[in-house]
């Protein structure tokens, strides 16, 4: 037992990291506050920071595998649960090959102490041809311009929030995000900030959000109207002159290439589209290009609609020519005491970025940084033919409600002979596996996380053990990764070596770091580096981030520097100041400046021309979270779920009278892809000809283990969205923007 106690513990559920004082007593939590000596969080936290005793407690939660047998479940010990692994799996790859064989890693994966480190040696172990993800859902388009602009897909360039002056969120709702791709907590709060030290913000969005509340103005755009706003803000800044590069001059290739894209992308020619007023764009435009200090922040609304990459390029593109990217108060580029495994380059990018190098053996959707959309799934299982996916590895993932067309997948998924869980639940995907592995629980395992800090708004940093040790016979989701990896090459259950595949790896990427230029260790000999690296797994291998990091003691060569003993000592963590110009050190492009037009994205400006005669006609849908929600998965703590039910419809009042509409009654909602019916909530907070529904619920579905989540099912709103459509560039999913159909039922 444990003994009672206060201990420290980071939030590990979104990009926040929030601290918190967990009290034991008794062997059990009997409280969970905010840290108010953490050194980043500062004493802030979100309602979801406290349920993280409901996650470790709930009953519902797996501790032991389950085998399936016939239509249910046994539990089994962790030898059956891989040798059913073994039995199904090797007559598939026998007989048809790796080809056969996928994986998809969900969300929950980057907030994982384990996951996030060992997906980098699951995946090139495993051998697996084609792995599928959460990101071609909600982040694609800006991984593909980030690496044609920068050279580097996981490179972010972040508003420097606490010395910003003048900042435009599109698309973005940290009041219930608290932060996407933006590593930053209690943003409200920095909001306030700027405007009481006389700046200003600014939110797009087609609905009035809480940020939104809480900003100076709000532009109730058109969905899919955002790149077209931005290319008329930079075809004012050019028309009147106010393109200024600052330190970044010489240092970008195409700004005259962008001049001649938006030169008929003028504020009157974006009205219809955006459904903004030009001289409120206008205006916008001159208060940009007059701020000292700004910013332009896009996130998941700017990523997951009908332009989504050029939404997310030009985000960028108006941060270079305001001269502020790169610049304090401006967008900048972290710099994380730990590296993160995501600012490697892979391998098959090594010679630069090449797209559509192969496409999906049914749709014919071709390949953009390695994946093809998660709605290809389905139809390569449910498909005969040579090439038929017939096991299928999950990995922190719900797909049966997080991707479109998600109820396709719902029917194929009984089709596979071999389907593994890694997950903590019986959920709506889980329930289809023959076999589920679950990890820890929040509290069982210790906490930093691997790709965060890389866009965190600060250089800060902090270890927090685990509080409840686990059962020492359960393995940790890092060895779980290993050993799937092994049984897919063909290793038998028995025989496999989880430390030795741990020693392989950690050999493998050390001899390769030593190798970078750009390493600290370069040079250096690698058996060396791993003889004076103690431990195994994440923990060394985040020692070896920490040391070879740019505060990092690097063996010796800086003897006062951090190691993890180091940091695990100073629980409420270290920060090691503000964000600093480093545009020369992330830059990875092979001219060495910012490739400011690639060639791939600014093809796709025609298509947007085209749109800017489409007029308003019906209703179209987006999507919404909450504080108290994360997509799927934090519906099952009673304590998020109380209050008034949060699956609704949000339909403006005048949406709403002409179809008979009021708060309470059910809406039959159709798009091409499905119907559902949801109740209704009446709320001029939605721009005209907008509806919106929450994402990450459909808790109804027969055999699940939810019990909390079941009495709160909702609706799932991907039974909406055409699993085909998608942004041509990226091959992200379009969830917003969704033309649909709306009636009394």
Partial sequence: MQPDGTYIKTCPLCEAMCGLEVSIEA????????????????GYICPKGTSLAELHEDPDRLRVPLVRRGDTFVESTWEEAYQEIERRLRPIIETHGLEAVTAYFGNPVAHNYSLSRYVGAFTPMAGLPIVYSAGTVDQWPKNLSNALLFGAMWTFAIPDIDRCDFLVVMGANPHASQGSLLACPDVLGRLDAIRKRGGKVVVVDPRRTGTAERADEWLPIRPGGDAALLLAWAQVLFEEGRVDLRDLEGRVNGVEEVRALCADFTPEAVEARTGLAAADIRRLAGELASADRAAVYGRIGTCNQEFGTLASWLVDVLNVLTGNLDRPGGAMFSKPIAWSMTSLTPPEFADGFEFHRWKSRVRGAPEVLGQVPISCLAEEIATPGEGQLKALIIIAGNPVLSAPGGDRLDAALPELDCMV????????????AHVILPGYSVLEQPHYDEMLWSWAVR????FSEAIFPPDPERPAEWEILLTLAALTQGQKAADVDVQALDQLFFTG???????????????????????ATPGIGPSRLLDFQIRTGPWGECYGENPGGLTLEKLAAKPNGVDFGAMVPRLGEVLQTRSAKIELAPEYIVADVPRLRESLADGEEGLVLVSRRHVRSNNTWM???PSLMTGRDRCTLLVHPTDAESRDLEDGVLARVRSEAGQLEVAVEVSDEMRPGVVCLPHGWGHDKVGTRLGVASRHAGVCNNVLAPGDLVD??????????????????
Avoid at 27 to 42: E, F, H, L, Y
Avoid at 517 to 529: A, C, H, T, W
Avoid at 728 to 738: D, L, Q
């Fill in 27 to 42: 062997g059990r939590v009997a409280k969970i506050r905010p840290n108010q000596d953490d050194v980043w969080s500062r």
């Fill in 421 to 432: 869980a890694v997950d903590n639940w019986l959920n709506e995907t889980s329930r289809h």
């Fill in 459 to 462: 250089s800060a940093g902090k």
């Fill in 509 to 531: 990427l050390v001899a390769g770091i030593s190798q970078l230029p750009s390493s600290r260790i370069e040079g250096r000999d690698p058996g060396e580096i791993v003889a």
């Fill in 635 to 637: 519906h099952n703590a």
């Fill in 728 to 745: 041509p560039a990226s091959g992200n999913a379009v969830v917003n923007g969704i033309p649909v159909e709306v009636t009394r039922a």
